[in-house]
Nanobody, 123 residues
């Protein structure tokens, strides 16, 4: 059974930084594309960053390019999202997701989800 457990969310002032982590278990981690989605109140859940199985290729939504960095450690079965220069509009629940042999940039490929972690950016 695939389990994804996020950590690292919290409250931060605008301009600050947070690093989210997602520990995966119950899967062969190196065969999964990994991604981070977010969902703000009243809005759809959208892919903000994705990374290929080996970590060699990444995808970012336009709204986070240059500010967020996704990375993975296949030895630790963990994926990270470093978020810098945070803005109030980044406030959302952030979800880790996995896609077996999936396309890292295609949101519809992701079919395993964590429980989410709240990120709140104050102005």
């Amino acid at each position: 059974q695939v389990q994804l457990v996020e950590s690292g969310g919290g409250l931060v002032q605008a301009g600050g930084s947070l690093r989210l982590s997602c520990a995966a278990s119950g899967l062969t981690f190196s065969t999964y594309a990994m991604g981070w989605f977010r969902q703000a109140p009243g809005k759809e859940r959208n892919l903000v960053a994705g990374i290929s199985w080996t970590g060699s290729v990444t995808y970012y939504a336009d709204s986070v390019k240059g500010r967020f960095t996704i990375s993975r450690d296949n030895g630790k079965n963990t994926v990270y999202l470093q978020m810098n220069s945070l803005k109030p509009e980044d406030t959302a629940v952030y979800y880790c997701a996995a896609a077996y042999r999936g396309i890292y940039s295609r949101g519809s490929d992701y079919d395993h989800w964590g429980q989410g972690t709240q990120v709140t950016v104050s102005s």
